[in-house]
Nanobody, 115 residues
Framework: QVQLVESGGGLVQAGGSLLLSCTSSARTFSYYAINWWRQAPGKEREYVATISKNGGKITYAYAVEGRFIISRDNARNAVYLQMNNLQPEDTAVYYC????????WGQGTQVTVSS
């Protein structure tokens, strides 16, 4: 199982930026595609983005395309989510998840965008 830790969340004003990180100590981290998801209070978990294991294939949810950038550095066992032009509707707990056999998830990091 890949243990994942998210970091980088915080409070930002609308129009601002944040960089989230998803890191792991697992030697197998580079074997798996990584997804970002988010969950706002009272709402269902929402898909954000995916990066393949070597970074060659990337997909985004329509709601974030053009504003968010996903990337990875397998040498550092890290996946990043650069979030630009943040809006209040981006407020949520953000999770990273590995497409491994166990469906590994991190504990989440809170992002709050004030208007």
């Amino acid at each position: 199982q890949v243990q994942l830790v998210e970091s980088g969340g915080g409070l930002v004003q609308a129009g601002g930026s944040l960089l989230l990180s998803c890191t792991s100590s697992a030697r197998t981290f580079s074997y798996y595609a990584i997804n970002w998801w988010r969950q706002a209070p009272g709402k269902e978990r929402e898909y954000v983005a995916t990066i393949s294991k070597n970074g060659g294939k990337i997909t985004y949810a329509y709601a974030v395309e053009g504003r968010f950038i996903i990337s990875r550095d397998n040498a550092r066992n890290a996946v990043y989510l650069q979030m630009n032009n943040l809006q209040p509707e981006d407020t949520a707990v953000y999770y990273c998840a590995a497409e491994d056999d166990y469906g590994s998830w991190g504990q989440g990091t809170q992002v709050t965008v004030s208007s």
